[in-house]
């Protein structure tokens, strides 16, 4: 998904915040002490650290707040304490976080039919934050919900589903009557799909399928939040203000795995500041943690006086430009590898914090994902990795396009760091005798603006953070023709690359990995350096993230699947 808005420290003091890396784990605790894993499922524990406002805040809201709308890590980071989906990733930090278990089933499914059919039975006695009971009925609704609504992945995740080819052609009158089926009696859900997937269950455990009433309305809810049956609900959200977060009254812990009970009594998170007013307000205790990244003339406090409230993790994630396939002058194959043989990638990793912090990036799957290859299509020299930018080739290649001359817009969030990798970007289309011009937009509307053909993107500025750990989750939604949607503000296919042969490798690809993982995983390996050659994506850096908090809080958790678990910080 992506992040909206940057938080990852730039270079100054980038030293003495890795010297944090070690003791601000997964399971570094803060202020407090952490609890044991025995100890913090008692009801006890739960209720001496219970209680208090948590204070967040960032430059900028993310947009609509529709959990099967909004494709963004600033929201699916709340949406884990307030929605539930029949399954759930584990909240807990560490590897573990990337495990699936039962969240409103009560067991993982019953897999039948050669891997086509799942069947749940739902819990009951759970009940939604405006105190009507969770059905069947609910559960079915929100997966048509899913395609009415055109969230962004129902292309990718959910058109297996028997039935989805009619709903993505008409989202109106989506029913899935032979794809998602409820019994009340049974209080069962039986979800049959066309082919088997092997990554079905990470699909149903991310925020795009959690289910909400059977009423919610069939087009985005945008600021007006559906009701949750997890331990929060909102109270209020205006994007150009704040959001408040309320426990939710019907909320009982049902699995500690899957949805435990949150801590603060009321999350605040307010939009607006600047960057400097967010780092003074968290050092002061005004704030608890802040989404964007501190500057660079503060962070050498950061990390002296401050150092044990940095917390620093590594990320599966990369941070790329995208190049409209079908505008000149990236609708010419040479003018895009231009652009990839000419970015230097260390003084992107520069701008953006340091080598501490960030690396250079080759290809679309990050390393340490699966599928990904040391490759390095773009670097002078040659090799696996990239070395170094290769000016004069680039010039030749644009020369040889004809595309010189032509202007180009590059569109960016309007942040310090986004802006000056924008900046970064514009002078070195300069230089290649474009006529470029930067173009920065508020990260509430950026993400969705670029998505959206009618708005002529040709170039943006953008990053891809993993919904879950498989190559599929970069290769088949970012660059597959399913997620080309011309003219919607969810076409996450940014570039708006569509080539058959690539589909058909990366579908072959998920067949494979139902029977073979590591042969499925060279597959996709390949897919990335096609794709590459075709050159309609620019991957800049592959980062790390800081998470800075007051020492009000205690239980800092990092769940890798969705980052900071907002709900189990305690506040004093």
Request: with cysteine.
């Amino acid at each position: 998904m992506s992040r909206t808005t940057r938080r990852i420290a730039p270079a100054a003091a980038v030293a003495a915040l890795a010297l944090t890396a070690a003791c601000s784990s997964s399971s570094d605790s803060g202020s407090s002490s952490a609890p044991s894993s025995s100890g913090s499922g008692s009801s006890a524990f739960q209720a001496q650290h219970k209680g208090g406002t948590l204070k967040l805040v960032a430059h900028a809201a993310a947009g609509s707040f529709d959990p099967q709308v909004n494709y963004t890590l600033q929201y699916w980071q709340l949406f884990q304490s307030m929605y539930d989906g029949l399954l759930a990733f584990k909240k807990v930090g560490g590897q573990e976080s990337f495990t699936v278990v039962p969240d409103l089933a009560t067991a993982m499914p019953k897999v039948t039919n050669g891997g086509k059919t799942y069947t749940f039975t739902l819990r009951k006695g759970i009940t939604f934050s405006n105190g009507k009971p969770l059905t069947t009925d609910d559960v079915v609704a929100s997966f048509q919900r899913i395609f009415k609504v055109s969230s962004p992945t129902a292309g990718t995740f959910y058109n297996g589903i028997v039935g989805a080819d009619a709903c993505l052609k008409t989202p109106a009158s989506c029913t899935l009557p032979k794809g998602v089926i409820g019994d009340a009696k049974t209080n069962t859900v039986t979800i049959n799909l066309t082919a088997p997937d092997p990554e079905f269950e990470y699909k149903l455990a991310v925020p795009h399928a959690v289910v909400v009433p059977k009423d919610s309305p069939t087009k985005d809810a945008g600021t007006k939040p559906l009701p949750t049956t997890g331990p929060y609900t909102a109270a209020s959200y205006d994007p150009n203000r704040a959001l408040k977060l309320v426990r939710n009254p019907h909320f009982k812990e049902w699995s500690r795995e899957a949805e435990p009970q949150g801590y603060p009594d009321v999350i605040d998170y307010t939009f607006g500041q600047t960057v400097e007013s967010e780092v003074t307000a968290v050092e002061n205790g005004q704030a608890d943690w802040m989404f964007d990244a501190p500057p660079a003339d503060r962070l050498s406090e950061i990390g002296t006086k401050y150092a044990s409230q940095a917390h620093v993790n590594p990320l599966t994630a990369f941070w790329y430009a995208t190049l409209n396939v079908h505008m000149a002058p990236f609708d010419n194959k040479l003018a895009r590898q231009a652009i990839n043989w000419a970015v230097d990638r260390s003084a992107v990793v520069r701008l953006y914090g340091g080598t501490n912090l960030a690396s250079p990036a080759c290809t679309i799957l990050p390393p340490g994902f699966p599928g990904h290859v040391n490759s390095c299509d773009y670097t002078k020299g040659g090799g696996t990795t990239w070395r170094a930018a290769d000016l004069a080739k680039a010039k030749a290649l644009v020369k040889q396009s004809g595309t010189a001359g032509q202007e180009v817009g590059i569109v960016v969030q309007d942040d310090d760091v986004n802006k000056s990798i924008g900046q970064y970007l514009q002078s070195l289309l300069t230089q290649l005798g474009y006529k470029a011009t930067l173009k920065p937009l508020s990260g509430n509307i950026q993400f969705t603006y670029i998505q959206n053909t009618k708005n002529k993107v040709q170039l943006a500025l953008t990053s891809w953070y993993q919904d879950y750990p498989a190559a599929s989750d970069f290769l088949n939604v970012l660059l597959s023709c399913a997620s080309y949607h011309p003219g919607s503000d969810s076409s996450i296919n940014i570039s708006g690359f569509c080539d058959k042969t690539v589909d058909a490798r990366m579908q072959a690809a998920i067949k494979t990995s139902q029977t073979d993982k590591a042969g499925a995983d060279k597959q996709w390996g390949a897919v990335d350096q096609q794709i590459m050659g075709e050159s309609p994506v620019v991957p800049l850096i592959n980062p790390k993230l800081i998470d800075f908090t007051s020492t009000r809080v205690g239980n800092y958790r990092f769940s890798k699947q969705f980052y900071m678990l907002v709900g189990q910080l305690w506040v004093k």
